[in-house]
T-cell receptor, first 114, second 113 residues
Framework: DAGVIQSPRHEVTEMGQEVTLRCKPI?????LFWYRQTMMRGLELLIY????????DSGMPEDRFSAKMPNASFSTLKIQPSEPRDSAVYFC????????????FGSGTQLSVL | SQQGEEDPQALSIQEGENATMNCSYK?????LQWYRQNSGRGLVHLIL?????REKHSGRLRVTLDTSKKSSSLLITASRAADTASYFC?????????????FGSGTQLTVLP
């Protein structure tokens, strides 16, 4: 199994630009999570899906952030417009059969907004 | 908050020594998990211990859970340079809600060759 796959690994953009992060979860997993990691705030849960349906987006910081999961093998996290304070590492994770079990993380996208 | 907090924030040891990291939390839990994060990589699950368990082993890892003290410890025996990483505990709330798996701020372990 290839694990959770995220792209791109690094993204550098200018303030005001749209950023789209992509994630392919492990096949068969029914939960998908988007996290953001910064030195100041640690690992924060932004949103999670169960069976492709968004369940809890209370961690999404602003309306500039949106996430979709059009099918079981693909999800996107979009930031529009991006701001320097959005600079962070964004992780996607997936899990099987339960919200509080083991989570499998991707390698992350390092986002820098200049 | 359910969030676990690791102690110490940073730990530096010599190769071959044992490393012990602690995690404390505030309210009752369903389970507690430990993860490792190598620099520039995602988190990797190490071990899950349920609230009715007291100790679990996996290779060189030993995890204990004391629910009366609301604390857990992760022991890495005979450490290696490759164990250098950040270690996070994650506590799962009783509701079973996926949102209630919250991560601490981590312990940075450095193993010197």
């Amino acid at each position: 199994d290839a694990g959770v796959i995220q792209s791109p690994r690094h993204e550098v953009t200018e303030m005001g630009q749209e950023v789209t992060l992509r994630c392919k979860p492990i096949s068969g997993h029914d939960y998908l999570f988007w996290y953001r990691q910064t030195m100041m705030r640690g690992l924060e849960l932004l949103i999670y899906f169960n069976n492709n349906v968004p369940i809890d987006d209370s961690g999404m910081p602003e309306d500039r952030f949106s996430a979709k999961m059009p099918n079981a093998s693909f999800s996107t996290l979009k930031i529009q417009p991006s701001e320097p304070r959005d600079s962070a590492v964004y992780f996607c994770a997936s899990s099987l059969g339960g919200g509080v079990g083991q989570r499998f993380f991707g390698s992350g996208t390092q986002l820098s907004v200049l | 908050s359910q969030q676990g907090e690791e102690d110490p924030q940073a730990l530096s040891i010599q190769e071959g020594e044992n490393a012990t990291m602690n995690c404390s939390y505030k309210t009752s839990i369903n389970n507690l998990q430990w993860y490792r994060q190598n620099s520039g990589r995602g988190l990797v699950h190490l071990i899950l211990i349920r609230s009715n368990e007291r100790e679990k082993h996996s290779g060189r890892l030993r995890v204990t859970l004391d629910t009366s003290k609301k604390s857990s410890s992760l022991l890495i025996t005979a450490s290696r340079a490759a164990d250098t990483a950040s270690y996070f505990c994650a506590t799962a709330g009783l509701s079973g809600s996926a949102r209630q798996l919250t991560f601490g701020s981590g312990t940075q372990l450095t193993v010197l060759p």
